[in-house]
């Protein structure tokens, strides 16, 4: 599926992100979908694990559109369902776990790394 991106106002149109489902076939692999204010709006699959890690400048979002995911951090974790989302501060370490297919939008700014996987 070839999902394209409109950030000119004259190009302007709707995305339907079920629609984007089918293309998101590796998990943990975002698909940019929008632009907003400077910051991408991905949306993604999670299925199993995603590694430890920790954004050092910036909040990681997550809006579950289909599925259940939680959000593993060293003191406690949140369990998330459609329609409920949750923010990670900046410099805090986690870890998304899926137990089935879930699909979720992330809102970052572009090329946002993460410190890679942590030992457990």
């Known amino acids: 599926?070839?999902?394209?991106?409109?950030?000119?106002?004259?190009?302007?149109?709707?995305?339907?992100?079920?629609?984007?489902?089918?293309?998101?076939?590796?998990?943990?692999?975002?698909?940019?979908?929008?632009?907003?204010?400077?910051?991408?709006?991905?949306?993604?699959?999670?299925?199993g694990s995603y590694p430890w890690h920790r954004h050092e400048h910036t909040d990681d979002f997550f809006l579950v559109l289909q599925g259940t995911l939680v959000i593993e951090m060293r003191e406690t974790s949140v369990t998330l369902g459609p329609g409920e989302m949750f923010v990670v501060p900046k410099g805090v370490e986690h870890r998304p776990v899926a137990e089935s297919d879930t699909f979720f939008v992330l809102i970052e700014p572009p090329n946002t790394k993460d410190t890679g996987t942590t030992l457990v």
């Open 1 to 47: 599926m070839n999902i394209q991106i409109h950030t000119n106002r004259k190009h302007m149109q709707k995305v339907n992100l079920s629609h984007v489902f089918p293309a998101l076939t590796e998990p943990w692999a975002p698909i940019t979908v929008a632009h907003c204010n400077g910051s991408d709006v991905m949306v993604a699959k999670g299925q």
